[in-house]
């Protein structure tokens, strides 16, 4: 029942996000729109969004080193199949399914690597809070920005999450070279708090710490956040790309803007961020750089194809030619989500632990 409950409520939201996105629009002029694109810029965008995806892939091999040896053919599997299934799945299930899928086929320990999948995230997080402040706060959206209200709050966003960005790269690396002294230190931070509070953060410090323990120290943390700016710099290149495509006067640095604001969109939990997306895009394209509502329309439409199509259908042919099916996935990742997680609640225990050998339960997903 909660599940259906759940369904709907996303659908709602879905559906309500897509008709806040084209309450301005003209359908028709969006059409001509869409037909007067320019063919190459959108061909450099998909080109873009792709490798961003192949980035990815390397960056997560070059983390998984401490823990075991993965190719670069694996983990670009896992990396598009949990994508897919991120779209076509509610709960963001694909976050769980890709390492997952990856530990099962290179035998390697699932907490671990799941841990080094919550490094990934942290790093995304981390380096586009401080890309965004540094843009927003140094070089400002261009002069068509019409919105003093939106740029105010830009700007106090941006250097909140610039502080925070800095602090937290900083916390990282100290937990990375000495885990054990960082969680001594975290426990006493968390013996401060009220009992309630202290049992809520408790489990989550303990698998941010976990995580970072199995990078095995400061090297492949580095490595891994070295790789993180070209990951997303081919975002926003891609954006750009597709922006220009439809006359969208908008320069590099502010398609790294409007990249921050559709990544927040992607965060509202609607399969492959369908109505969060079109909407942070659109507002950020109508507001700051003047497009009109058919331009914003027409480029949001097209940027979330690039980016969701393409990787969902070749993560289906991956899952197929793995005799994988989505319900399978879904069942066997939620019945086994557990796992990792404890184990990172746990402590160090989990981290390089054998991996449990394929079963009946593995059978069942195919």
């Known amino acids: 029942m909660a599940r259906h409950a759940r369904t709907v409520v996303v659908t709602v939201l879905a559906l309500g996000l897509m008709a806040f996105f084209l309450r301005n629009a003209n359908?028709?002029?969006?059409?001509?729109?869409?037909?007067?694109?320019?063919?190459d810029l959108l061909a450099a965008a998909g080109v873009l969004a792709f490798a961003s995806y192949l980035l990815r892939a390397e960056r997560w091999r070059r983390l998984l080193r401490p823990v075991g040896r993965a190719s670069f053919r694996a983990t670009l599997r896992a990396t598009v199949i949990g994508f897919a299934a991120n779209t076509l799945l509610p709960g963001r299930l694909g976050e769980l399914a890709r390492p997952y899928v990856l530990a099962r086929r290179e035998h390697l320990s699932v907490a671990a690597v799941f841990a080094t999948s919550v490094i990934e995230r942290l790093l995304d997080l981390l380096v586009m809070c401080l890309v965004f402040s540094v843009l927003v706060t140094f070089v400002g959206p261009q002069a068509s920005a019409r919105s003093n209200d939106l740029l105010v709050a830009l700007t106090t966003f941006a250097l909140v999450a610039g502080l925070l960005a800095v602090a937290g790269f900083g916390i990282m690396l100290g937990a990375a070279a000495d885990p054990e002294r960082a969680g001594r230190g975290a426990r006493r931070l968390l013996s401060r708090l009220p009992h309630r509070w202290m049992e809520r953060f408790a489990a989550t410090v303990q698998r941010f710490l976990e995580a970072v323990a199995a990078t095995r120290g400061?090297?492949?943390?580095?490595?891994?956040?070295?790789?993180?700016?070209?990951?997303?710099?081919?975002v926003a290149a891609s954006l750009w790309c597709a922006s220009r495509a439809f006359g969208i006067d908008v320069h590099l640095t502010g398609a790294a803007i409007l990249m921050t604001l559709a990544v927040v969109g992607v965060a509202v939990p609607t399969p492959g961020g369908v109505g969060g997306y079109h909407a942070a895009y659109q507002l950020g394209a109508t507001t700051l750089y003047g497009a009109s509502a058919e331009q914003a329309v027409g480029a949001a439409l097209v940027l979330h194809l690039l980016w969701f199509g393409p990787v969902t259908a070749l993560g289906l042919v991956f899952m197929a030619r793995d005799g994988m099916h989505l319900a399978g996935l879904r069942s066997l990742v939620r019945r086994d989500a557990a796992t990792p997680a404890a184990a990172a609640a746990a402590g160090m225990s989990g981290v390089g632990a054998a991996p449990r050998p394929a079963g009946a339960e593995e059978r069942r997903a195919s």
């Not at 359908?27 to 063919?39: D, K, M, Y």
């Not at 090297?219 to 790789?227: E, I, N």
């Open 27 to 39: 359908l028709q002029r969006v059409w001509g729109e869409l037909g007067s694109a320019r063919p």
């Open 218 to 234: 400061r090297g492949p943390l580095g490595t891994a956040l070295a790789w993180s700016f070209p990951i997303w710099a081919s």
